[in-house]
């Protein structure tokens, strides 16, 4: 995994439908987002971090999504990133309380949806910092 490559001693666990991704071992755990909290109890409140790019535009997935995210979430401070696309951004703000980033994500296919990356952190200078309203 990537992030092992730039420092081992960062854990990371990848949460995923395609089992294509059990290549990485302990580091892949299944995960339907039709069962929001259907995984391991070790993983109950314990990520400082969180990066989610729910597969579907729609309500449901990113309710869900927001389930799985309260599961996963460290009480006290968790860094979430978000990357969905820009008609979900009021749901981003009301489910998780994210805000938009300058930082417009790009695809080498032209996808018709623009996608967009939401934190719940202000990112500083960094992703261009959070959208002006």
Not at 66 to 82: D, K, V
Request: proline share 8%; hydrophobic share 30%.
């Amino acid at each position: 995994m990537r992030s092992q490559k730039i420092d081992p001693n960062v854990p990371a666990q990848i949460l995923e439908y395609d089992k294509r991704f059990e290549q990485y071992g302990s580091e892949f755990t299944f995960y339907d987002y039709n069962l929001p909290e259907d995984l391991p109890s070790s993983m109950k409140h314990s990520y400082p971090i969180i990066v989610a790019d729910p597969p579907y535009l729609s309500q449901e997935c990113l309710e869900k999504v927001a389930q799985t995210i309260s599961f996963l979430t460290r009480p006290g401070q968790t860094y979430l990133l978000l990357l969905t696309g820009e008609v979900q951004r009021d749901r981003a703000s009301k489910l998780l309380g994210l805000r938009p980033c300058a930082f417009r994500p790009e695809h080498s296919s032209k996808l018709g949806n623009e996608f967009r990356l939401y934190t719940n952190y202000d990112p500083g200078t960094k992703l261009g910092g959070w959208e002006q309203v």
